[in-house]
């Protein structure tokens, strides 16, 4: 009796041990506060740690990115974790050199693809482009309407942090071409503030496009955006956000943001990843049609500063998506 009564206890242990052995650390390339992707990949993660019962711990890389393959090589010589995960079009090659160090480590790569990812390598990015056309044909339709701010040129404005390869190969020409699905004489003005967390130089680069004829702006640009915002609303021109719903900071001047929903795209590759089940030496691409990118629809303000007909062009230019019948970069 007391023998299997001490079995009993010795397997509880065991799989509750197994249940917790799983290890993910998450280095964050800059900081969590503040930066909205993050917040949500962070959300993601926890609720994924919760739900399968692995231990979690997130490391802020700082905004010097001399730091970041240094701190991920670092994390993978200590061998205490079964997954490192880390961000952003900066380090593919990174990933890749510390894999090859640690070739026993898995590793995730989140928004950036390794088109030729080692066995141990896992990565995984969002297409960027499906977003950027579908605030490029919402600008469209700001551009060519009556509405209070609009003026009679065709122009609308693209504001990045920083010029990189998937702004230029992927989400500039897809604003474009979203833009000219409503207008083919639409035209796109460019400008790249050289920083993520420049705000006066932001505003700066806004005052010129919009004193050039823009009437919409996209903001890709990190806090460089904020400089953007104040402008418009100084001089009565519109804004589009992305990634989270900032519209409620100035409504009626951020008539719409792009919706990046990057907590279930995390959660969803952990409990793969925790499970067995994660194809480690590939990729993923989602959008749209996989539930992760989207837009300001249902906001009350979105839904009182624009009209019924944009709305619905809008819904179908998603439900074309869903069905593959898009695409952005054509």
Not at 60 to 72: F, H, I, K, L, M
Not at 202 to 216: M, R
Request: some cysteine; overall charge negative; hydrophobic content about 45%.
């Amino acid at each position: 009796m007391k023998r299997s009564l001490l079995l009993t206890v010795l397997l509880a242990v065991v799989f509750a041990s197994v249940g917790l052995s799983y290890s993910v650390v998450l280095m964050i390339t800059g900081e969590v506060a503040g930066n909205p992707i993050y917040e949500m990949m962070v959300a993601g993660a926890e609720e994924a740690a919760e739900e399968a019962g692995f231990s979690l711990r997130v490391v802020e890389g700082g905004y010097n990115p001399a730091d970041w393959e240094p701190t991920v090589i670092s994390l993978a010589s200590i061998g205490q974790y079964d997954l490192i995960v880390t961000f952003s079009e900066g380090m593919p090659e990174s990933v890749k050199r510390a894999a090859n160090i640690f070739p026993n480590q898995k590793f995730v790569l989140m928004e950036a693809v390794i088109e030729d990812p080692p066995p141990n390598v896992y990565s995984f990015a969002f297409r960027d482009e499906e977003m950027t056309y579908l605030a490029g044909f919402f600008a469209g339709l700001v551009t060519t309407s009556d509405l209070p701010c609009a003026n009679p040129q065709k122009k609308i404005g693209l504001l990045a942090g920083d010029i990189y390869p998937a702004m230029t190969d992927r989400m500039s020409p897809a604003y474009i071409n979203g833009a000219r699905a409503v207008d083919p004489e639409i035209e796109l003005v460019f400008s790249a503030v050289g920083s993520w967390a420049d705000p006066a130089k932001g505003g700066e680069l806004a005052q010129a496009q919009f004193e050039h004829g823009v009437d919409i702006l996209l903001t890709i640009a990190g806090g460089s955006g904020v400089g953007a915002i104040e402008k418009a609303v100084a001089m009565n021109k519109y804004i589009i956000g992305v990634n989270a719903n900032i519209i409620h900071f100035a409504p009626g001047t951020i008539l719409a943001c792009t919706l990046k929903h990057a907590d279930i795209a995390m959660k969803s590759v952990l409990l793969s990843a925790e499970a067995g089940e994660l194809e480690f030496g590939s990729y993923d691409k989602w959008g749209i049609k996989e539930g992760v990118l989207g837009f300001t629809l249902d906001d009350p303000n979105f839904l009182a500063n624009v009209t019924e007909e944009m709305v619905e062009r809008l819904k179908e230019v998603i439900s074309a998506f869903e069905r593959d019948e898009i695409d952005p970069l054509e």
